[in-house]
């Protein structure tokens, strides 16, 4: 079936550390998009990968989008106490289509 | 997000009960979600629906059931066949066509067994 698979599940690091996560998919994608979600809240959007090889930055962010299409990554340059929460990706299978696949979710926690 | 409203906010059911969670937009979004978080896990997509009187079936839609009567509103009722049911449930709406559009999510309802 369609899956989205995420890495890593939890990371830790220092404030003042980089932080990647990765989104992998069995099968090409229509788009992809990020959410973050603070503990105890509901998922908020962050963007959304349209074109094969798209990078988008959002200040400390980058988004990637792999030239097939299967694959997605977020990077956070200098990771700040304000960076916590889970990130998860979204996928679009189908393009028309309104049903998207959630990875799993990547949780940061980032240490003073 | 504004503009979703999801509620109650805790609710807790007893062995055999349905319940139902409530779920109103006043986005005028077509679109409308429901997904199951459990602890430390991701979104699992239940029901979802892109138009009035149309709801199609996630991937975990066993035990639950839902409605589409008004543009605005999304409710899923969880039944006594879902054996389960202790997770957060957040909805979720969409705005319709100019390409993909982000999901707007409610607060969620933490529903828990008695």
Redesign the interface.
């Known amino acids: 079936g369609q899956q989205v698979m995420q890495i890593p599940q939890y990371q830790h690091v220092q404030e003042g550390e980089d932080f990647t996560t990765y989104c992998n998919s069995s099968t090409t994608l229509s788009n992809i998009q990020w959410y973050k979600q603070r503990p105890g809240g509901h998922p908020v959007f962050l963007i959304q990968l349209v074109k094969s090889g798209e990078v988008k930055k959002q200040k400390r962010l980058t988004f990637q989008f792999g030239e097939a299409k299967k694959n997605s990554s977020l990077h956070i340059t200098a990771t700040q106490t304000t960076d916590v929460g889970t990130y998860f990706c979204a996928g679009l299978f189908t393009s028309g289509t309104y049903k998207y696949i959630f990875g799993t979710g990547t949780r940061l926690k980032v240490l003073a | 997000?504004g503009g979703i409203t999801q509620s109650p906010k805790y609710l807790f059911r007893k062995e055999g009960q349905n319940v139902t969670l409530s779920c109103e937009q006043n986005l005028n979004h077509d679109?409308m979600?429901w997904?199951r978080q459990d602890p430390?896990?991701?979104?699992?997509?239940i029901y979802?629906s892109?138009i009035v009187n149309d709801f199609?079936k996630?991937?975990i839609a066993e035990g639950y059931s839902v409605s589409r009567e008004k543009k605005e509103s999304f409710p899923l009722t969880v039944t006594s066949a879902q054996k389960n049911p202790t997770a957060f449930y957040?909805c979720a709406s969409?705005e319709?066509g100019r390409?993909?559009q982000?999901?707007?999510?409610?607060?969620?309802t933490r529903l828990s067994i008695l």
């Open positions: 997000d679109a979600y997904y430390g896990q991701g979104l699992r997509l979802y892109q199609q996630g991937d957040l969409k319709q390409g993909s982000p999901q707007h999510f409610g607060d969620g």
